[in-house]
């Protein structure tokens, strides 16, 4: 198919930023009412990031910026210049997968999986976050996390077996 | 040919998803992923009344703006189609987009801009400027109706209602609840070469390929349909919205592939949602607790234009043994978004008011409420006379009492405590139909070692991968790595919706069918093929195990299968497989078809702080024969889980003012969050239903939430003394004592 450019606005509506994703570094030309996620899905083409609202209620675009999780469907991409982006790609891969990757496929922590990439994203930012060892600790630091089919007792198993192996 | 058994069998086992690396690893492609040069994004425009006309809609504002490339709308979408053959071509909103200027609900589409990016697409799609002829309109949760039908009847119901010494008539409300799966509507529509290529979120390719062709006016040949991957559905992507076929004509129209992705707020408006019920049930029992009289008299929303039907009276009629019984019920039309089936469509809020009126019945009785339900069962389904396939109630009933410690109950209101908090206990049974559609299905055996199966049915997040994956492994003794199942897109042979728990039933026969055809053609293969050292040997003295064939059973050196398509010269070989089934599956005439559970719900109550948590249930199924006890688990657990949604948070509330659903985002229409999950125990008796197939499966996608919210209502009636009857129970029905 010839088709022409995706983007033809106009030059003064630009706003180039930096954004490191993955490792790499991205310099984008964007609409200044992109907002991180779709900048990421969209341009990136980075797309296990997931859209679910777009109004920061339900955690499925959930990445990590500069370490911390944030929801990306509130944040502008424009004001991320120079930051640093983890997404689920940036995680591990299907025949690389990180711990917690496994152990949401032994543990059977998704169903339809498309709130999944959120749920592993706040899981691992959870790893380092100050989280009680009891599984209602878990519970209350994965609520921004909402899972329709509701696998919610096996996303905290996966998630609590992987926080014992860390500790022994 | 002969068929070896593995020692450790794959059915019933609990293997991982198949598809679990990719959906954990962000790999999984679902609809609105899909990617072309060229892309363009369309953005509907809804209305902002729900009821009138449109007396003019002006784009000139946002034509000029950057990036549009198109303002589609009633004067320029171009032809679409109603579809004529609804048998095969099933669609609940059946009126094309933009067909005429009439609204008829807050939401309906009435335009949508597409453009280069997604972002210039939402702001013209603001700048539309439309203006309406408004009209009054009804919303109103408060049905009424004096058009009663009858559904089932047997007996002298009233005659017996009157005569009984105990009796209990009460109405009981379930609300408009709207599905919110995870994945938002979307449509990536790609038209190349005269023919369209659509990915949609579908939890049926086959029938949303006939509804596409109808309503494009296209032969069925020109519409491919692909659903790799659903965000779920849960019922609101079984069939097609107008939002399909608004990103189909647009590509058709502008020549370049366009994506459509409903926003949250749409999801509400024009996607479908469960009806508003309103039940009365009317139950009449001798003192020593037999049920002498049944009757469930219901009322459903529907939308102005559709005659969507929510069949409460589904599971009443076989569920408990009374020689009297009726169930009549009537539409009320409302100016709302066409409803559609949600998750255990029509049985879900029959249940709900069937197992909670039980419950008021045993207390009136001063019985308990398993006992009344024990001593109510029926030997055969009442209402045809049919033998019930495989029918366990009893059993969960008694297995789930034993689990859950029933017999320490202590029937007084707010009697039970434990950690300064009251307990509250409760019980329902449930059931679901054993539905299962026709299905073909095509495998093959390929000359690097592989099995490929494939059919145009799709994995909605319930398993389907992984469950063929094992039929598969089975019937060729082929560890699952070697197994790829390809689902998903209509040109595979046709295969169910996914839907009505019937996925797993309709392919079973199916795969195995074509497996073991292909496995027979690689046995003939191996006695024909010129360099075999089969050649000439009798194919039915041979045998398919464990992926080799052997001449007999002391053969030491059994054949690979693909060393015999490679010795043939060929990349594969391939059997298909067909499966009966459907609404008038004619072993529905001999069987009375239904799965039967048993919930019982633990809720704690802080009356100081008036916070109500369900905090364990206790789950008991009888399914059939289990083929993954994890993934059966997973459904079943998570339909508790939207279970206590359904219990305790989720309306879809109509602003009384202007018609809109109003709580239209994950804020305001609550679901459980991880904070909200009970502890959850979840058996499945064993007892394979060999009627129904030759595994004994039936379904397990929504028989789970069945009932449930009975349980738990019931639960709060014991720690409370407040009966809820219109769910979801709200903090202010338990504050006013």
Known sequence: MNAPARTTLTPDFYVTVGIKVNGQLHTLSIDPRTSLLDALREQLHLTGTKKGCDHGQCGACTVHVNGRRINSCLALAAVHDGDEVTTIEGIGQPDHLHPLQAAFVEHDGFQCGYCTSGQIMSAVALLQEPCGPRDDDVRELMSGNICRCGAYKNIVAAIQQVRQNRRT | ?737
């Open chain 2, 1 to 737: 040919m002969n068929y070896v058994d593995r020692a450790n069998p794959i059915l019933g086992s609990s293997v991982n998803r198949i598809d679990g690396p990719k959906k954990v690893s962000g790999r999984a492609v679902y609809t609105s992923d899909h990617d072309f040069p060229g892309l363009l994004y369309a953005v509907p425009v809804p209305s902002t009344v729900a009821g009138g006309t449109i007396t003019s809609l002006d784009t000139s504002a946002a034509e000029a703006m950057t990036g549009v490339r198109a303002i589609l709308h009633h004067g320029n979408i171009g032809k679409l189609y109603r579809v004529t053959d609804p048998a095969r071509a099933r669609v609940d909103e059946k009126r094309p987009p933009f067909a005429d200027d009439e609204i008829r609900y807050y939401g309906q589409y009435v335009a949508a801009v597409v453009a280069d990016t997604f972002e210039q697409a939402t702001a013209a799609a603001r700048a539309v400027k439309v203006t309406y002829a408004a009209r009054s309109f009804n919303v109103s949760p408060s049905l009424e109706s004096n058009e009663l039908r009858v559904e089932s009847q047997r007996g002298d119901v009233d005659g017996a209602f009157s005569d009984a010494p105990v009796k209990l008539d009460e109405t009981y409300v379930t609300p408009a609840e709207t599905h919110v799966a995870m994945e938002l509507h979307a449509t990536v529509a790609v038209h190349e070469g005269g023919a369209f290529t659509l990915y949609e979120t579908t939890q049926a390719v086959v029938n949303h390929q006939h509804v596409a062709a109808e309503m494009l006016g296209e032969p069925k040949e020109n519409v491919r349909v692909i659903s790799r991957f659903l965000g779920s559905g849960f019922g609101s992507k079984l069939w097609p919205w107008p939002h399909c076929f608004i990103a189909a004509m647009a590509a058709k129209q502008l020549g370049r592939p366009v994506k459509l992705v409903l926003s949250r707020k749409m999801n509400f408006m024009a996607a479908g949602h469960r009806p508003l019920t309103q039940q009365r049930m009317r139950l009449a029992a001798t003192t020593d607790g037999k049920l002498v009289s049944l009757s469930q008299d219901y009322l459903t929303h529907t939308s102005l234009l559709d005659d969507y039907k929510e069949n409460c009276g589904e599971a009443t009629p076989f569920m408990y043994s009374t020689p009297n019984l009726r169930v009549r019920s009537a539409l009320v039309r409302r100016n709302v978004g066409t409803p559609t089936s949600m998750r255990g469509p029509g049985a879900i809020p029959g249940l709900f008011a069937l197992e909670s009126a039980m419950d008021e019945l045993a207390i009136k009785l001063n019985m308990d409420p398993v006992q009344l339900r024990l001593q109510n069962e029926p030997k055969v389904d009442e209402s045809t006379g049919l033998p019930f396939s495989s029918r366990h109630l009893t059993e969960c009933l008694t297995e789930g009492a034993k689990r859950f410690g029933w017999n320490h109950r202590n029937a007084g209101i707010g009697a039970m405590t434990r950690d300064g908090m009251t307990l509250g206990w409760g019980v329902a049974g449930c059931s679901w139909i054993a539905l299962r559609f026709p299905t073909e299905a095509t495998v093959e055996l390929r000359a690097d070692g592989t099995v490929r199966a494939v059919c145009a049915t799709q994995d909605i997040g319930t398993g389907t991968y992984t469950v063929i994956a094992q039929l598969i492994s089975d019937v060729t003794g082929l560890p699952l790595d070697r197994i790829e199942v390809v689902l998903g897109d209509t040109d595979l042979p046709p295969g169910p919706i996914s839907g009505g728990s019937a996925t797993t039933a309709s392919v079973i026969n199916a795969m195995r069918q074509a497996v073991r055809q292909a496995m027979e053609a690689v046995l003939t293969l191996a006695a024909k093929a010129p360099n075999s050292p089969l050649l000439h040997r009798d194919p039915k003295s041979l045998a398919f195990v464990n992926g080799a064939i052997r001449a007999g059973a002391d053969d030491t050196a059994p054949l690979p299968f693909q060393r015999v398509i490679e010795m043939a010269g060929g990349a594969s070989v391939s059997g298909q497989g067909k499966s009966e089934g459907g609404f008038d599956d004619p072993l529905k005439k001999k069987y009375s078809l239904h799965s039967f559970g048993a919930h019982f719900a633990e809720v704690t109550w802080q009356p100081e702080i008036a916070r109500l948590r369900v905090s364990r249930i206790v789950t008991v199924m009888d399914g059939g024969r289990v083929i993954n006890q994890k993934t059966a688990r997973n459904q079943i657990e998570g339909s508790l889980v939207m279970g206590v949604g359904m219990a305790l948070f989720e309306e879809t509330l109509y602003d009384q003012r202007n018609g809109a659903p109003i709580n239209s985002n994950f804020a305001d229409y609550v679901v459980a969050t991880h904070a909200d999950t009970p502890q959850m125990d979840v058996t499945f008796l064993d007892h394979p239903d060999l009627v129904f197939n030759e595994i004994g499966a039936r379904g397990l996608g929504e028989i789970g939430l069945a009932g449930i919210a009975a349980a738990i209502t019931g639960a709060i009636h014991h720690a409370t003394g407040i009966r809820i009857r219109r769910l979801p129970a709200r903090i202010e029905d338990l504050i006013s004592t």
